[in-house]
């Protein structure tokens, strides 16, 4: 069947933002305008064009994937963007019903062979959000250069050309694939899920309770810990839902985040004390928070007790030569007090511990075992973070020791001592408030010796990355940092996710050999001097919503 391509011309064209780290993040109402969409996919299909040769290639470099979270209108969104696609001279491959996680994108991505592909998600933010960002052959996240190439074929486009969904599926020329199995396959090959299954019966009575927000995570971790591993699970808000939950008590739209402030009901099964393993899953699935017998563990302390037990999942082999264990800088850097262990344990590989930007690309690129700030940890076999690899990596190691989350976790703290963590926010929609707050922060090193709060600002600066391999600046000013006295360190970065005004993410980290003490009062003069600094500086707000405040703390007296 010949496919009948139309060819569309856009009289007024718009200014397309450039993505940012995660894609690019409007509200629904940006994404809906009159042939915005077309316009923004037009351009993801002439960078395609590009890289390909336009179709001077074989055939498998000419297929795209699509797929995305179930928030509103993504599932009009991926029709729309595959027509234009295969008006483009692709192939593409559709998730079944649009639904795919992150990293089950990833994995469709490197297992079909395509050129790339196109994921519709705005991650943690709530459905009033839309998100779409590009992945390559390799399945990891665009690098700078090729965003900044898509922005400015997506800025050029005067038309765009398309087909009938229909009739693309009809030619084969649109194909829908099962992401669910494709991904279900790649855990089961990494962890055995035989041998899970079997350490399982044995182990009578162990229990699980998940919550998958409605987002894609359900069916999902259905088909995985259910359906292959026959754990008896709990599964909370496992239908995938447009509205993604839909509002809060006050009216907010509810965001599909694995943090403390939106999952009340598995902290409270979690307190029971009744189930081994809990676990959370945003909306696409690549953030993460495990826990279990009333334990929570953060993403860094997860990752460095993954790297404990890295031979389970055969990491050695991944890495020929060099293993990179990666963390965002703005990551409490547990996995650096473990370099010599790491080195002692793969004694054939050279190991490096290495502090990337925030934006998991850098860890990808470097391949993919690391842990970023946004309760994300890389599954080193695909591209992207991944949580239900995550928490079912943390399952394995559960039934390969007999002990519990928390056991594990103080296995740890015990050998390398803990770096305690909180994570909190300035935010906004003045730009002036952003411009002052951006002054304060590189000019912070002329307040050197200066007492804020309890503490002294001893050392201020901007953080680059200095890439591993080329020894080059790779990001310039990726972070801000402050370091008070008595080892308390604030790193702060502007959000790039967010769809509207300004974030500042502030991040508080202290190391410390005695790991049983509560949280709070080790960060609290680390919250108070940051508002201190701010305040010194005439800025007109504080920083708020710290990760601690209302989460569980198993030292808190």
Partial sequence: MALKIETIRLDKPYTIKKMGTSGLRLVQEDYNRHLYLEQFAQGVAGYFLEITGKGRVATNNRTLVIGGDPRKGNRERVRKIAEIMTGNGFRVYVANDGLASTPAMSHAIRTLEAAGGIILTASHNPFTDVGIKINMASGAPA????????????????????VRFEDALEAGEVEYFDAIRLYADLLDSVLDFGGMREKLRVRSGFSAAFDAMHGAAGPFAREVFV????????????????????????????HPEPDF?????????????????????????????????????????????????????????????????????????????????????????????????????????????????????????????????????????LLETGKSVQELMEDVWKKFGRVFFTRGEV????????????????????????????LTLEKAGAWDYVHPQTGKVADKNAAYFLSFSDGNTIKARFSGTGSGGYTLRVYCTKFDTHYDRPKSPITQPMKDAFDAFLKAGGFP?????????????????
């Fill in 143 to 162: 690098l700078e250069d090729t965003v900044n190439r898509v922005h400015e074929l997506q800025n050029s486009v005067t038309e765009y050309h398309t």
């Fill in 227 to 254: 359906n292959r591993l026959g754990l008896n699970a709990t599964i909370l808000r496992e239908e995938p839902r447009e509205d993604l939950g839909g509002f809060d008590a006050h009216g907010d739209p509810l």
């Fill in 261 to 397: 402030d939106y999952i009340p009901e598995l902290i409270s099964l979690n307190s029971s004390g009744e189930f081994d393993l809990v676990a959370a899953w945003d909306s696409d699935v690549d953030r993460r928070l495990d826990g279990g017998k009333g334990f929570f563990v953060e993403s860094a302390d997860e990752f460095a007790l993954f790297s404990m037990y890295a031979d389970l999942i055969g990491l050695g082999r991944l890495f020929p030569n060099e293993i990179f264990f990666g963390r965002s800088t703005v990551t409490a850097g547990t996995i650096d007090l473990m370099q010599e262990h790491l080195q002692k344990k793969f004694p054939e590989h050279k190991v490096r511990t290495v502090e990337t930007p925030t934006g998991f690309k850098w860890i990808a690129e470097l391949g993919n075992w690391g842990v970023e700030e946004s309760n994300g940890v890389g599954n080193p076999y695909l591209r992207e973070k991944d949580g239900i690899f995550a928490t079912a990596f943390l399952l394995k190691i």
């Fill in 427 to 454: 935010s906004g929609s003045d730009e002036s408030e952003k411009a002052l707050l951006t002054a304060l922060l590189e000019s912070a090193t002329q307040h050197e010796g200066a007492r804020f709060g309890t």
């Fill in 541 to 557: 707000g504080q920083s708020k919503k710290y990760t601690d405040a209302n989460q569980p703390d198993p030292y808190s007296t």
